[in-house]
């Protein structure tokens, strides 16, 4: 009985994904057989498969945005310390995101995904017209409110919820109706978001069933030399990086402690495929640890829904730089990659897949005319790399948890807490 039920939950996390990766083989061996030709269609015939998906994303991504983070915001406690926490946290994100992006920055310059540009496809404008101080301004603002209704200006929407969110927040927070409100729609649009998804393998099928037809095979040499490079990285990453921060957040005792409790959290990071589903999971490892409830009360649901992984980040912009054929190199490159890389990470949800939304991002930043074609390429990516992107996230929610401790409550918190744990036992 034991045995059927592990299956059922197996198959009930991984079940969509494989579906997804069995569509995309599927697609690619139907349009290998049946290219376009100059007298033929082929497989192309298929491309509105994926587009009646690509069309239904566009439709959710603005409403799903601005409920989910003005709702998080909306909804928090005790303003004062929580807002320290908050300022903590994002800035450690932001700090341990630009290392991790700059990271995979450099390796991307030494082992390129994309070694030739996929044929046909014209190179994509980055912004040419448009100065340093104009970027910035469209970073984070639009010039009205329609403008925030675009799925082209994601992280102004993103700087707009949150405002909103805090606006809330002041003038009564959860109990309000308001509050009540984006807290439900939120849900909503989570449940829409999971209802289009089971579309997905059908689009997936379509998508790459016109992409191979239309481009060649090349692609699938392309991914595989992505995955390459994705999977030893986190590997590396975890039994490097995490025991620096906990080094860094726990003193002396961090990393053996860290070692200690993560690995309940990244076995259900691994299983779920959602940092939102590993949230109690992290919850007791850090109580387990000694770590404050009001910093993982506040850490560990934020890093769930803002925590995205710069590493799968980069990996798609330099991928679809690839593919378009520009250069994926100079300071100017380096800047806005890391740039886009943090900044579109605060905007991935803790659904599985990542809930797309850093995909509008970095289309909208890098490929806003070409769109169409450069979001089924970021998703398949995202989905390829999804189980050690949300394993990488979801358990360095906790990690940082000690970085956040130490600021909250002095470098000694830990060895006060292992001190603690002994008197009681």
Known sequence: M?????????????GLLI??????????????IFPATDGSAGATVLAPLGKVFINLMFCIVVPMVFSSIASAVANMGSRKRAGKIMGVTVGTFVVTGAIAALIMYVLMRLVPPVLEPWQNIPAEELGEYATLSQMIV???TAEDFVGLLSRRAMLPLIVFSILFGFAVNLNGGKNTVVGKWLEDLSNVMMKFVKIVTYYAPIAFFGFFADLVATYGPQI????????????????????TAFPLFALFGGGKHGPKEMFRHILRPAMVSLGTCSSVA??????????????????????????????????SCVLKIAFVLGVFGVPFEGAGMLVKVILVAVLSSVGMSGVPGGGYIGEYIICSIFFP???????????TIGNLVDPPATMINAAGDY???????????????????????KVMK
């Not at 990766?21 to 139907?30: K, P, S, T």
């Not at 109580?287 to 710069?310: F, N, Q, R, W, Y």
């Open 2 to 14: 034991s045995k059927k039920v592990n299956q059922s939950g197996w198959l009930k996390n991984y």
């Open 19 to 32: 579906a997804m990766l069995v569509a995309i083989v599927a697609g690619c061996i139907v349009g290998f």
């Open 138 to 140: 469209n970073f984070f």
């Open 220 to 239: 699938t040499v392309d991914y595989g030399r992505a995955l390459a490079v994705y999977y030893p990285l986190c590997a590396i990453y975890v039994f």
């Open 278 to 311: 590993t949230i109690p999971t992290n919850m007791e490892a850090a109580e387990d640890t000694g770590i404050s409830k009001d910093v993982s009360d506040m850490v560990l649901p934020l890093g769930a829904t803002m925590h995205g992984s710069c590493f």
């Open 369 to 379: 005319t070409q769109m169409e074609l450069a979001f089924p390429i970021l998703i």
């Open 399 to 421: 990690v940082v948890c000690y970085i956040v401790s130490r600021f909250m409550d002095g470098k000694n918190w830990l060895e006060k807490a292992l001190t603690r744990k």
